[in-house]
Structure formats: structure tokens, C-alpha cells
T-cell receptor, first 115, second 116 residues
Framework: DAKTTQPNSMESNEEEPVHLPCNHSTISGTDYIHWYRQLPSQGPEYVIHGLTSNVNNRMASLAIAEDRKSSTLILHRATLRDAAVYYCILRDGGRPTGGGNKLTFGTGTQLKVEL | GAGVSQSPRYKVAKRGQDVALRCDPISGHVSLFWYQQALGQGPEFLTYFQNEAQLDKSGLPSDRFFAERPEGSVSTLKIQRTQQEDSAVYLC??????????????FGDGTRLSIL
């Protein structure tokens, strides 16, 4: 499986935008880029995913580099509730059925949000 | 609507005891996954079910770990003769369909297992 690299931690002030980077230089053409986050004492929560084009939803935006070797999760206005570990994950969309498309988590980025 | 439910929320057992962890996925979800999360680490895949069929158990760390989903809904993860290294949070996730890679997985809040 292709690997992702994220900073161990980042800090932000409340109500400011946050840009969380992810490098995935060995990404294949069929890999989707997924982001999940995990709040303290909770299970991971899906945030957003994309393949080639930038994506927006109610939680965040995903900016994907033109060569797809990196991506950035953008939280437009961070709140204290956004303090969590953010995971960038690649999922292979080209495999035949039966594999289940399990998620392969790394150690993610711990986002700290301050007042 | 109801999300993925796991029970118990916390479990303490003595080394050598058997434990059973339950997962109630979102109703109608075909795919069910179990993950193990050690302290300070990301979750690691254990096993995958498509309905009642266990299609991938490559992540189970030993033959002491056993999972089942007999009717294609509720799943149980059983650990026999528990060891201290089994202490972790066990997470269950479900998704509506099989092997569609852009389908998000919906996670429960996990069972925190502590082996004394």
C-alpha cells in the first residue's frame, strides 16, 4: 500500500484557517485520498475524500496537488471542537472485489486549537 | 439515526481470561471491520466481513483472536487466554456496500480493554 507522511502535530488559533498537509509521493492512479479525524475517546470520523479534483463539504475542503503527490486538508475556521488527530489515508480503488478496502492508518497529525 | 454501537465501553479482565466484544453496525450495512488501536497509535486492521462471510482475517495477531458475524449484522470479537499486550481500544466500523473504495467507514467509539 502506498504510504502517507504527515507532521506529528500542528497548532492553530480559534477561528483561523488550518492547513493540514499530507505527502503521498508513491500514490497510484487508482488511489483515493481520504481524511478521517479522531476526537479524544471517540472512534475515527470520516471528513472528506477525493481522487483528482479539489473537494468541498460542510466540514472541510481538500486541495489535491496537480501531480497528486500531496494534498492539504483545509479547515476554514478552526474551533476548539476541531482539536483531534487527523489521518490522511490512501485507498486503492482499482482492486477486485473481496478485499474490503480496509483503512491503513498512520500516526496522523495532532491538531491543537487555542483560544 | 443510530450509529455503530459497541459494548461494553470498558472491559477489565485478568490475564488468561476470555473476553467477548460486541459490535452493532448501522442497520443494512454490508461491510463490517474490526480494528485494534494501541495507545498513541493509529488503528490497525484486524478483520473484515461482507455480510456473514469473513473475507479477510489477515490482521488478527494470533489464533487467540476470533471474530464472527453469523447473521450478517451483529459481530463479536473474542479473545481467548488474554495477555497484557492485548490491552488496547478495539474499534468496529461498518459501511453500506462492499469494496467500493470511496465509501466512508462509520466507526463506533470502541471498547477499551485492559488486561491486568
Amino acid at each position: 500500500d502506498a504510504k502517507t507522511t504527515q507532521p506529528n502535530s500542528m497548532e492553530s488559533n480559534e477561528e483561523e484557517p488550518v492547513h493540514l498537509p499530507c505527502n503521498h509521493s508513491t500514490i497510484s492512479g487508482t488511489d483515493y485520498i481520504h481524511w478521517y479525524r479522531q476526537l479524544p475517546s471517540q472512534g475515527p470520523e470520516y471528513v472528506i475524500h477525493g481522487l483528482t479534483s479539489n473537494v468541498n463539504n460542510r466540514m472541510a475542503s481538500l486541495a489535491i496537488a496537480e501531480d497528486r503527490k500531496s494534498s492539504t486538508l483545509i479547515l476554514h475556521r478552526a474551533t476548539l471542537r476541531d482539536a483531534a488527530v487527523y489521518y490522511c489515508i490512501l485507498r486503492d480503488g482499482g482492486r477486485p472485489t473481496g478485499g474490503g478496502n480496509k483503512l491503513t492508518f498512520g500516526t496522523g497529525t495532532q491538531l491543537k486549537v487555542e483560544l | 439515526g443510530a450509529g455503530v454501537s459497541q459494548s461494553p465501553r470498558y472491559k477489565v479482565a485478568k490475564r488468561g481470561q476470555d473476553v467477548a466484544l460486541r459490535c452493532d453496525p448501522i442497520s443494512g450495512h454490508v461491510s463490517l471491520f474490526w480494528y485494534q488501536q494501541a495507545l498513541g497509535q493509529g488503528p490497525e486492521f484486524l478483520t473484515y466481513f461482507q455480510n456473514e462471510a469473513q473475507l479477510d482475517k489477515s490482521g488478527l495477531p494470533s489464533d487467540r483472536f476470533f471474530a464472527e458475524r453469523p447473521e450478517g449484522s451483529v459481530s463479536t470479537l473474542k479473545i481467548q487466554r488474554t495477555q497484557q499486550e492485548d490491552s488496547a481500544v478495539y474499534l468496529c466500523a461498518s459501511s453500506p456496500k462492499d469494496t467500493v473504495s470511496n465509501q466512508p467507514q462509520h466507526f463506533g467509539d470502541g471498547t477499551r480493554l485492559s488486561i491486568l
